[in-house]
């Protein structure tokens, strides 16, 4: 059974990769490889943390009824989501990993899509780039 690594956040962009991400599983006879990364410290105190468990419950309710077979992973490593998110496909022989995006102005591409410019150039297996509805 193959492997769709898909990187998650509460947002649109989360919700549009995680859909794509259930319909490419199904259309691959794979399981999906849920990532939700952190760095921690200070960025994750108990009540976010607790809000991330609620979001996950979500997600695991979602994937439940899609009726596909899935992992969640909640990283707090301190770690870049992008690197988090290869490192689990390299190690799971992903065949496809999701991201979703956002629509940006042109200095926000330039500044803030450093994790996704990261995954698209050095994931080993093909990246699929979901824009979320604005």
Do not use: W, Y
């Amino acid at each position: 059974m193959g492997t769709v690594v898909v990187g998650f956040v509460p947002k649109p962009e989360g919700e549009a990769a995680l859909d794509r991400a259930i319909e490419e599983a199904k259309l691959r006879g794979a399981r999906v490889v849920v990532v939700n990364s952190h760095r921690g410290g200070g960025e994750l105190d108990d009540v976010e943390s607790a809000r991330v468990d609620k979001d996950m419950e979500s997600v695991k309710a979602k994937l439940d009824a899609a009726g596909v077979e899935h992992e969640l992973r909640k990283l707090v490593r301190g770690f870049e989501p992008a690197e988090d998110l290869i490192s689990i496909a390299d190690a799971a022989g992903a065949e496809l990993i999701v991201i979703g995006l956002r629509r940006r102005s042109p200095v926000g591409k330039l500044i803030l899509g450093s994790n996704a410019q990261r995954i698209l150039l050095d994931a080993k297996c093909p990246v699929l780039a979901v824009k979320a509805d604005s």
